[in-house]
C-alpha cells in the first residue's frame, strides 16, 4: 500500500511519501489538498493508497508516548 504522512515541522507543513518528503507547504489545507489529490491519482490507476494527517502541534502536548522496543508498543508516562 501507498502511503502519504502529512505533518507539521517548526512552521511548515511537509507530506511525505514513502521514505523521502515530497513538498513543503505553508498551512495545513495546502498540505492536505497536495496528498489527497495525489492520492486520487494513484488510486484512479488501481493503486491502494492511504493517507495519514498528524495532528498539529508538539507532541508533549500529550500525556503519554509510545516507545517502540523490538515488535512490543509500550507506553511510558511523561
Known sequence: MDRFVVFQFQNEWLVTYGDRTQISFASREEAEKSAFNAADALASNGRAVSVLIMP???AERSDHFA???GHVPRTQRN
Open 56 to 58: 498539529e502541534g508538539p
Open 67 to 69: 516507545v517502540l522496543d
